[in-house]
């Protein structure tokens, strides 16, 4: 029997995750945009017109009548699945191991430059930093003399999930930087991204003898910032997110996905119908495929640290109440006294400006950069070396050759 010259091709990936709910906001809006939901009108979309998006297609479930397919949404996603660039890139030795955690050295080229402790979010997988060949903001800077340490925190074993934040910060992150520390003969530069910003915060107020300059590049601080509504809907969350938080000790792929979705609901459908306009042989269509395979190749968040996030973060604002301790010891960016960088992308719809933007008047003489770019793209996107990877490079060796001859 001969194969069909039609038949689909195989299934690479998964994703987007979770696919349920974003064909189940798809089929919503569809349902929206086509005049049935009385609170909204092609074109414009918001929460409000989920529930009765939600009434109409369920009252035409029990009828048999089934919104229009979403064909663009379709074609993406099956392109997404069966497109043939996979990450090839190599690790770099680890040079440090704790647990699930380890940093990775990426040593420099030529010359002496600073040695910098990257630490990224505990939600996603830490090779966002160093996605794809020619598109890796730690080569990068490698190769023009910086020593980039890679802090990844690694898949949460045993242990880590009876980790709140404490254990992090005070725990996991302070010994890492001690050993960075060790190894480079002197203080390091701590650069946190997303929320691995926010524990950077804390942990160099905590310990000002291993840290030379601080770097925060997409860093929530504001939680309630520019919407505070939206916060406390977020947080509400938490109650129905208990029976998976107690049964596995932490907060799934899955469930960390539908969180984030919440955020942009209908951003995941956009994207995957421009990407099956896209040539698949393009620069923009692997660039695409390489994000993507990150996002959906996430960690889960431990139970303790879940709880943390959403009832203090997101809940009671507690950074900018200025109630959140570690250890025992409220975390002040104020009481910072160090070189600091701050990154707030302009159009960064996970961490919004208003949220990142405060830490540079709080830190006293942060220099703020605020790039034309979303909060990926500002790390790993086609533009990131103009958005990011040169002003940081650029502000880095400013702040060590001034520090040297100070």
Known sequence: MTDRPDAPGPMRRRGPRPLALHLTLAMLKSRASNGDSPNSKPGSWSWSAIEPAIHAALRDAAAEVLPPVDDGLIAGIAAYRRHPWSRDTIDPPAIWEEGGSRILDYRPGPGAGPTVLFVPSLVNRAYVLDLMQGGSMLRFLAERGVRPLLLDWGWPGEVERGFVLTDYVAGRLERAMAAATAMSGGKVVLAGYCMGGTLAVAAAQRRPDLVGALALLATP????????????????????????LGFGGTLPIDGLQALFTLLDPFGVGDKYRAFARLPTDSARARQFVALEDWLNDGVPLVAGVAR????????????????????????????????????????????PPESARPLATLIPGAHLHEPSAGHIGMVAGTRAESALWQPLLDWLQTTITRADRG
């Open 308 to 351: 943390d996030c959403l009832s203090r973060w997101y809940g009671d604002n507690a950074p900018t109440e200025g109630t959140w301790r570690i250890a025992g010891l409220p975390v002040r960016p104020s009481d910072l006294r160090l070189p600091t960088f701050v990154a707030v992308p302009a159009r960064d719809r996970i961490v």
């Open 221 to 244: 601080w504001n939680f309630h910032a520019p919407d505070r509504a939206q916060a406390l809907r977020t947080a509400a969350c938490l109650p129905l997110l208990e029976p998976a």
